[in-house]
Structures are given as C-alpha cells and as structure tokens.
C-alpha cells in the first residue's frame, strides 16, 4: 500500500463555488480549509504547469486566477468568449500563460496571457461535421467536453465534442480534423430541429467510429496514437490516431461513461467512472438546463424507473481490453453518478473518486481499498488533485 508522505490540496468543484481541502499523512479524513467562488457552478480547475502554485478556474459564465494554490481568486474579464456557457478548461503544458476553455455552443478559445483575454480557433467550424453534432435537450446545440493537450506533442489539440466525436488539430489551433474514425452520415441525425418539436434522433454504435456523445479524452502515456474516449455507451480506444475505434466492453450494457484516468507509470492501467443509466436516471436535483452532472428538470425523469445512475467506479490492467468493479468501500450500484476521477501525480496509487451526493473517497492502492475522507458537499461535480 502507498503511504502519503506529502500534503496535498483537493479543490472540489460544486455548484455553489471551490471547495478546497487538505489531504494530510496518516489523516482519517480531508480537511476544509476553504471555500471561493460560492455563487458559481464551477466547471473546471487547472494548475499552472510552469508555476504549481497558480490554479485556473472556469464556472459556467466566467473564468478565475489564483496565485496561491486556491485560498483566494480574481475574476479575470475572458474578453473574445462570446459564448459564455462554459464546459471545460485545460492549461497548456508546453506554453506558459496558455488556457484554453470549450464552450456550448460547441468552440474552442485560447488565451495566451493566463486567461485575461481569448481568441476564438475559428477554423474549427470548417471542420466537415461541425454542422451536424447535436445534443439531446432541444435546441440541440453541441458543447466542448473536454480538452487534451499532451507536452509531448506541444501544437496538437484533442477535443471531445458532445455531441460530436473527437477533433484534433495539430497545428496549434490553425487546421483541424474529424478524428472520430471512418466517415459515414449515419453517425448524426437526419434533422437537428432547434426548436425542439422534431423528436431527438440517438447515435448509433457505428463500427470502427467511436460513439458520437464524447466526455472525456486521455491519452497513452506510452503511445502516442494510443488514445480512449468515455462516451455516452461505453469507453473507446483507437490504436492508431483516431482513423479506427474499438468499443471496450465492461459489461454494464450501455454503460454511460465519465471521468477517466490513466496511471502515468503503468499506462496499462485505466479508471473510469460508468453509470448503468444516463442523466435522466440519476439521483440529485435537476436544474433547468443540462450540465455536465445534471439533468435537465424538463426531460422525463426515469429514477423511479431505473433506481439511478447504479454507477460504479472501474479498472483496467490491460490497456481496457478487460475490467472490474471496484469494491473495497465504494458505494456498488449507487443511484448517483461519479462526478470525478484523479490520481495523485506525486504517487499515481493514491486516487480519488468523488459523487454527486457530495461524497468523496480516497484509495491508497490503486483502487483496491476505499475509504470515505468527506461528505456534504452539495452537488459535487468533481475533483482536482494540486500539491500544497
């Protein structure tokens, strides 16, 4: 079992703003030893990689800058975000003062002077599907959900579109691609109606394409070409850059997948966090528009059919080929869903795991134990793990 040595900082996302605590050696529990932002549903935290103790911070309409490690922040003006439903931010780890956040509708902006101002990627409307990605709450307009930079490719930019696919450019930001496998019209509705009075058209599991409803994108450590998508059903991998998918299957039917992880040492080694069911289903409040952990208080809620999201957290120790629930402590079949997933970067054993009722878990060993370090925390819609 890996023995914490260092302290570290968690600053967990809510709907009311960061929770910040402290995860101390040999401690029972997470410490609270701060609360910003209240008032805002946050979407995302970023450390700085040139300078740990510089954190970024996105909320629905707004972006944020702390200079030391989250006990207080500034409102930063992100002039040139026209879009301002914000989904996702990303610092850039080869270019300092870089950040990038994804917007709904669906574009991608980059700031190159730590988050004052943006430019929107343009060129990433030519991209030949853009019109046609969806969304299923009317009026269909897709968002960004996530976006992946990796130092070793420091012009290359992946993104998750939902729904979409996965994009890539690699010439920083200037071209991009469809990277979501082979092309075909019957991956994207036949009408997208705006108005809502056309019925929602699913996505279809296409072969060789991964699934059009993308979450989350990480990359192989050890491959380059080697990268996974969570999806709406189920989890994805692509061997070879993204012309060919492979559904991997973990034996939750559909399996609405989430926050994934990949242990930066041992890259055979994959958590993810799945629901049996979708947004509709999970336990929690819902809100008059959809997020990313919530449902929207107008679709039909199926709790009392399903039981809930019944999510459990899983693992791979062999590049997704197979899995297993983990147990050890965590809540099985739980009736809300798995908001976040991160390791520890200092000691990639150590993960933690957090719940939209408010809960989150630690794991010493890389998942095969699990213990309930806080509670309480009203829509908790993730974590991110910083060094203190």
């Not at 969570?230 to 939750?252: I, K, P, Q, V």
């Amino acid at each position: 079992m890996a023995i914490a040595t260092r302290v570290l900082d968690l600053h967990l996302l809510s709907w009311n703003g960061l929770v910040k605590c402290r995860v101390s050696p040999g401690a029972e529990k997470a410490e609270v030893v701060g609360s910003q932002l209240e008032g805002e549903n946050m979407r995302s935290v970023c450390q700085d990689p040139f300078n740990p103790r510089r954190l970024y911070a996105a909320s629905v309409t707004d972006t944020y800058l702390s200079e030391d490690g989250g006990d207080s922040w500034k409102w930063l003006p992100a002039g040139g975000v026209d879009y301002r439903e914000i989904w996702t931010m990303s610092a850039d780890p080869s270019r300092p003062s870089v950040v990038y956040v994804g917007t709904l509708p669906a574009m991608v902006y980059r700031s190159e002077n730590g988050g004052r101002s943006f430019e929107e990627l343009s060129s990433f409307r030519d991209i030949p599907s853009f019109g046609k990605w969806t969304f299923p709450p009317a009026p269909h307009a897709p968002n960004i959900r996530c976006i992946a930079l990796d130092a070793r490719v420091p012009d290359e930019i992946l993104v998750g579109v939902e729904e979409g696919g996965v994009m890539r450019s690699r010439d920083n930001g200037a071209t991009w691609e469809d990277i979501s496998g082979p092309w075909t019209d019957e991956a994207f509705p036949k009408v997208n109606d705006p108005a809502g009075i056309q019925p929602y058209e699913p996505g279809k599991i296409i072969d060789g394409r991964v699934y059009r409803d993308v979450h989350w994108v990480v990359r192989d450590p050890s491959n380059l070409d080697r990268i996974y998508a969570a999806t709406g059903f189920g989890a994805f991998r692509t061997e070879d850059g993204g012309n060919w998918w492979t559904r991997l299957d973990y034996g939750m039917e559909r399996g609405y997948a989430v926050p994934m992880a990949v242990h930066p040492e041992k890259p055979n080694r994959l958590f993810l966090g799945a629901g049996f069911y979708g947004p509709t289903s999970w336990k929690g409040a819902k809100a008059a528009r959809t997020g990313p952990f919530t449902a929207s208080r107008w679709s039909l809620d199926r709790f009392a059919e399903t039981g809930g999201a019944l999510s459990e957290v899983l693992r791979s120790d062999d590049f997704g080929e197979t899995w297993r629930k983990l147990a050890g402590g965590l809540p099985s079949a739980n009736p809300y869903m798995i908001s976040g997933v991160d390791i520890n970067p200092m000691d990639p054993d150590m993960v933690f795991v957090t719940y939209t009722d408010g809960s989150l878990y630690e794991s010493d060993d890389a998942g095969e134990s699990w213990r309930l370090i806080l509670s309480g925390v009203e829509r908790l819609f993730g974590v991110k793990v910083a060094a203190a």
